[in-house]
T-cell receptor
Framework: AAGVIQSPRHLIKEKRETATLKCYPIPRHDTVYWYQQGPGQDPQFLISFYEKMQSDKGSIPDRFSAQQFSDYHSELNMSSLELGDSALYFC?????????????FGPGTRLLVL | DAKTTQPNSMESNEEEPVHLPCNHSTISGTDYIHWYRQLPSQGPEYVIHGLTSNVNNRMASLAIAEDRKSSTLILHRATLRDAAVYYCILRDDNDMRFGAGTRLTVKP
């Protein structure tokens, strides 16, 4: 079965640079979530989108922005990168229903800021 | 958001049952109890969820206390591949907040 695809899988950037992470949800899924997981930490919710509209916002820095496109893929744009942004970034997708739907996670993008 | 409390770590022997507890004393009536796990170097993976009744699936069982203030994830026969961090999460809407989970070690 098709899974969530994230690209790139690894990314190295310098401080103050920008980065764009991409997420391709499972076909027919209408909701995308972004999470950040620092070294040795638990995943932290950043932001989510449902039908191309922002659904909820977590601990996403103002330097980051995200959007969901008409084909339901999503991009997380990160600017003025800081050393502390080094982390694993997970995208998850789901099909919204009334039963607190299951989120399916991608393999993650590992970002290293030097 | 309602909070959950889990042990930091647990150990199990291979092929033995494992009971992973979760306390959620401030749970509201509309909160679903979800369990996810994260294997090393992988994204979180859905395990099971429930509202009031006990639930079974091919991966695990979920036992929910009658007052819903606690729940237990049951792995019937732990394998080495079950070694992971297990997260108990309360959800009253579609977004999910991870707390500190339980790191399960499975010994051969």
């Amino acid at each position: 079965a098709a899974g969530v695809i994230q690209s790139p899988r690894h990314l190295i950037k310098e401080k103050r640079e920008t980065a764009t992470l991409k997420c391709y949800p499972i076909p027919r899924h209408d909701t995308v979530y972004w999470y950040q997981q620092g070294p040795g930490q638990d995943p932290q919710f950043l932001i989510s989108f449902y039908e191309k509209m922002q659904s909820d916002k977590g601990s996403i820095p103002d330097r980051f922005s995200a959007q969901q496109f008409s084909d339901y893929h999503s991009e997380l744009n990160m600017s003025s990168l800081e050393l502390g942004d080094s982390a694993l970034y997970f995208c998850a997708s789901s099909l919204r229903d009334n039963d607190r739907e299951t989120q399916y996670f991608g393999p993650g993008t590992r970002l290293l800021v030097l | 958001d309602a909070k959950t409390t889990q042990p930091n770590s647990m150990e199990s022997n291979e092929e033995e049952p494992v009971h992973l507890p979760c306390n959620h004393s401030t749970i509201s009536g509309t909160d679903y109890i979800h369990w996810y796990r994260q294997l090393p170097s992988q994204g979180p993976e859905y395990v099971i969820h429930g509202l009031t009744s006990n639930v079974n699936n091919r991966m695990a069982s979920l036992a929910i206390a009658e007052d819903r203030k606690s729940s237990t994830l049951i792995l019937h026969r732990a394998t080495l591949r079950d070694a992971a961090v297990y997260y108990c999460i309360l959800r009253d809407d579609n977004d999910m907040r991870f707390g500190a989970g339980t790191r399960l070690t499975v010994k051969p």
